[in-house]
């Protein structure tokens, strides 16, 4: 398989070192190795991703506008075939395309310091304040409603219906919680129907292993950018939180080892409002705090969906792992709001510090 694609590229396959790279849920991705060149070489997942040839036209897209507008921003697009094509189909094989390797990058799975998560912070925000002229409606929708929890709400309800009985009566309790965290979904609905904050280019998988970093620990650029389409800070901002507060991430059974960080919550705030502090309405300003209730309450819903639909979506390594994850982002939820007072007074003073 991957002999095939590679020889699209010019590249011929007994001359590379191929090194399967386990990051991420839903892509497969190789590092390549042909002597000092090195490139990352991915599947596109077609069942979660069913338009790969969209996802392509919105990289290049904001390739060109990048490349014309901040010619010195690092953004990792795709490479060119020897058909000049950035995406390789193969019939029995799906969709592939190759990156260039990032010289001296490296990614991380846990944020371990305060400074990894600012950096990580600012480079996000640094995206989208980058194409904040830019029309994010002319981009393609790669998964039409990914961030709508009202829709994702309304599939957790019907799992519940339709999925597995076994695994939805074990839910009970998981399910009452995330029923009683409804005004969660009330904010996201008043913002929809008054419009309050505007549609922006957004990443939406904002996790750390999507950060490349420097020798020196530095942010380098973002990767991973199949899910960037039209959304709300919200997401990016709430998947930090998500995924930076804690020491232990979404995998973790021991729920005890679940903490929300202080130090990091306020790093992840200054990292962010860095880049985004004047490009944010006066509206987003009051939905920061909110961002992390709202992402880590529709992971919460998007693993317990899938738990019910027998684990349809994201694939399971064992019997409960989706049940496990949906706990323990309700787990984490819990912790957040334990901290809405200091946070949100960590949020007024950073604010202020914003022209
Ligand atoms: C998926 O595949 P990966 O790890 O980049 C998911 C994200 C979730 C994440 C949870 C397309 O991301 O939305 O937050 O898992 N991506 C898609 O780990 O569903
Ligand atoms: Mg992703």
Request: charged share 25%.
């Amino acid at each position: 398989m991957i002999s095939s694609i590679l020889t699209t590229y010019g590249l011929h396959y007994d001359d590379c070192v191929v090194e399967s790279l386990s990051t991420g849920l839903i892509n497969t991705t190789w590092k390549i190795i042909r002597g000092e060149q090195q490139f990352i070489l991915q599947r596109i997942n077609d069942s979660v991703f069913k338009n790969p040839i969209q996802i392509a036209q919105n990289i290049s897209r904001l390739d060109q506008y990048l490349k014309k507008h901040n010619p010195e921003y690092l953004f990792v697009a795709p490479i060119k075939n020897t058909l000049n094509k950035d995406l390789v189909h193969d019939l029995d094989y799906g969709y592939f395309r190759l990156f260039p390797f990032i010289k001296g990058s490296h990614t991380i799975n846990v944020v371990q310091t305060e400074d990894q998560a600012f950096e990580a912070a600012v480079q996000f925000g640094k995206f989208t304040s980058l194409l904040s002229k830019y029309d994010a409606s002319s981009l393609h929708l790669p998964i039409p409603d990914f961030h709508n929890l009202t829709l994702r709400y309304q599939k957790l309800e019907e799992s519940i219906k339709n999925g597995n009985a076994k695994r939805i009566k074990q839910s009970a309790t998981l399910i009452d919680e995330i029923r009683n965290h409804y005004p969660i979904l009330s904010t996201f609905e008043k913002i929809i129907k008054e419009n309050s904050i505007p549609i922006r280019v957004t990443h939406n998988d904002t996790k750390i292993s999507n950060v490349l970093f420097d020798e020196q620990n530095k942010a380098m650029c973002i990767i991973d950018l199949d899910t960037v389409m039209p959304g709300y800070f919200i997401s990016d901002l709430g998947d930090m939180m998500r995924t930076y507060l804690s020491p232990a991430n979404e995998e973790e059974k021991d729920f005890t080892k679940i903490e929300v960080r202080e130090n990091f919550f306020r790093a992840i705030i200054q990292g962010y409002l860095y880049s985004m502090g004047s490009t944010l309405s006066q509206e987003e300003k009051k939905l920061i705090f909110y961002s992390g209730q709202f992402l880590i309450f529709m992971q919460a819903i998007r693993f317990l969906t899938d738990y019910c639909n027998n684990d349809s979506y994201y694939g399971a390594h064992y019997e409960e792992q989706n049940y496990v994850r949906a706990g323990n982002q309700v787990h984490l939820l819990k912790k957040l709001e334990e901290k809405e007072d200091a946070f949100q007074a960590i949020i007024s003073h950073e604010l202020k510090n914003v022209s």
